[in-house]
């Protein structure tokens, strides 16, 4: 079958999200395929900044109980709101931190190695920030993390499979802390599956939803992890470095903090100014500090965006543009050495595609001089992310377009297959 420009043209005809494409600022002239690193900018999240700005004019100190949404609750406001996106209630949410920061607080409260369980389980894949944060929560329990982390290994360098990360799972480990979607070969890992053989065997696990936060539907009341954190500005569109989040299960409240801070405490309680913390038995816990209010403020205008279209229809959408760029590589880019990573199946594929290719370096600096955003991983991979709020169909058949005619012309070549600084 041939996919055609008016083939991909129909989709986008039928498409029930192609309207907040309007919302967004695209630049004339570039297709934007990078938004699981940073999501584009909404009209409504740029708002949000504003009258953010406006309350703080006006307002000033009073801004924390007065104005359209007060400070001091903002971060549980929020928290609430995005318990819909990952199936949860609505106090086992709350957005703060960054992912990095927020893994910190939750290994920091969950990981007692004091009981004999001294382990974490992580995989020798996840993002290499999360690895930090579980050596250096090791290290200042007095442990070595060359005897207490344990990375899995993965067959091919790309993918994991479930089994070996539960074989792993035994009566010394603490923590299991695992990806939900991999950031380079986009797998969905089976989180159900994974946190039923946790709990069988005495295990707390907890999942870095960087990837699938805004993009995948998450049914946390069902799969009953024991935690979860993300960062917003990939799928959810607020910006660079806009707070995080993060998700603890209520059978967790009234465990305390352990990296606290006057924002752990009780609301009504803060200010009493006493030194003994009474500190909140929901998410809002796990708070430290003054919340970053004008990075929070990008978010509240991207979630009215998310509860008006809904993550069901979102997912299907992503899935049909990942699938529709899948049979265009297949069918345009025969024979030129592209393998596709990611898996295959809509139940094991996250936001984006990724491509292997030895030259994947110069062909993203190639894509790029050409309008085409897509972003490089090392080693040898492009991911290509085409967003449901902003992508449209066409797009996606336009950049495997360009792509084809940069491999087959040899334009690639006239780049260096080195990264850049970032990439
Ligand atoms: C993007 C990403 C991060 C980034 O962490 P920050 O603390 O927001 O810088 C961490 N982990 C994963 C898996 C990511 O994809």
């Not at 991979?381 to 040899?410: C, D, H, N």
């Amino acid at each position: 079958m041939q996919y055609t420009l008016d083939f991909a043209k129909d989709l986008d005809k039928q498409d029930l999200l192609s309207t907040y494409r309007n919302e967004f600022y695209i630049k004339e002239g570039i297709i934007y395929l990078d938004g699981n690193s940073l999501g584009l900018l909404s009209k409504r999240a740029e708002d949000s900044v504003k009258n953010m700005l406006e309350s703080w004019k006006e307002h000033a100190i009073e801004g924390w109980m007065n104005g359209e949404n007060p400070w001091f609750f903002l971060s549980e406001n929020l928290g609430s709101k995005m318990a819909g996106l990952v199936g949860a209630k609505e106090n086992e949410v709350i957005v703060t931190g960054s992912t990095t920061i927020n893994l910190h607080q939750l290994i920091a409260s969950f990981y007692n190695p004091s009981t004999g369980r001294t382990k974490i389980i992580a995989d020798e894949l996840t993002f290499p920030s999360d690895i930090y944060a579980m050596k250096s929560q090791i290290k200042l329990k007095g442990l070595s993390p060359e005897e207490h982390l344990v990375q899995v290994k993965s067959n091919d360098g790309y993918l994991l499979n479930e089994d070996d990360l539960i074989a792993a799972m035994d009566e010394n480990t603490s923590l299991v802390i695992l990806s939900s979607v991999l950031y380079r070969s986009g797998q969905l890992l089976d989180m159900k599956k994974l946190v039923e053989a946790a709990h069988e065997r005495g295990i707390l696990i907890g999942f870095d939803l960087a990837h699938s936060i805004g993009v995948i539907p998450h049914d946390f009341a069902n799969i009953q992890p024991d935690f979860a954190f993300w960062c917003n500005y990939k799928y959810v569109n607020s910006g660079p470095g806009s707070v995080g989040g993060l998700y603890v299960n209520e059978k967790h409240f009234g465990v305390e903090p352990g990296i606290s801070g006057w924002f752990s405490s009780k609301k009504d309680k803060q200010f009493d100014m006493e030194h003994e913390l009474n500190y909140e038995h929901h998410a809002g816990a796990f708070q430290v500090g003054t919340p970053h209010i004008l990075s929070i403020a990008p978010i509240i205008g991207s979630l009215q965006i998310f509860e008006e279209a809904g993550i069901d229809k979102i997912r299907r959408k992503s899935l049909q543009l990942t699938n529709f760029l899948m049979m265009l590589i297949d069918s345009e880019l025969t024979n030129l050495d592209f393998t596709i990573i990611n898996p295959r199946v809509d139940e094991k594929r996250g936001g984006h595609v990724c491509l292997h290719h030895s030259e994947a370096a110069s062909i993203c600096k190639a894509l790029k001089a050409h309008g085409i955003i897509p972003d490089y991983r090392e080693p040898s991979l492009i991911r290509l992310a085409p967003v449901s709020f902003y992508t449209s169909y066409e797009e996606v058949w336009r950049a495997v377009q360009v792509l084809k005619e940069i491999m087959v012309q040899g334009d690639y070549k006239k780049f260096k297959n080195t990264r850049n600084v970032i990439a």
